[in-house]
């Protein structure tokens, strides 16, 4: 995937971009209990989404009204156990010759329920069974 050039999505796919981020945050809201990591506190864990796409757990694949879709899943141990997710399109790049990942929706969780409901599709790198 690209990720040193600028790159501007068509006025299209921004708007589909927005709705599906509209979409997933009223899916995670009713979800979150109230024992879970509040939306106040997900920028403290800004620092993290780097890894969770570089070196996930684990990566699903799916597609969603004909885009390409790719979730990151990946758990932390930094005091409390807690997992991030970080959920985005798939889309050409200039003259189709890379990918770009345009992040949809970012958010921690320390919910299983919530990993469950949010990791789906195609695992790209399934679980070590022991």
Do not use: C
């Amino acid at each position: 995937m690209d990720s040193k050039e600028n790159y501007y999505l068509s006025e299209e796919d921004a708007e589909w971009v927005g709705l599906k981020k509209s979409e997933y945050l009223s899916r995670l809201i009713g979800l979150l209990g109230p024992t879970d990591i509040g939306f106040e506190e997900y920028h403290k864990f800004d620092d993290l989404i780097h890894g969770t796409i570089h070196t996930p757990d684990r990566t699903f694949l799916y597609k969603e009204d004909g885009y390409d879709m790719r979730t990151y899943l990946k758990t932390y141990l930094q005091g409390q156990t807690f997992h991030q997710i970080v959920m985005g399109a798939i889309l050409p790049g200039p003259e189709n010759k890379s990918e770009i990942f345009v992040p949809v929706l970012v958010f921690v969780t320390r919910s299983e329920e919530v990993v469950k409901a949010f990791a789906t599709g195609e695992s790209k790198n399934p679980p070590v069974l022991n």
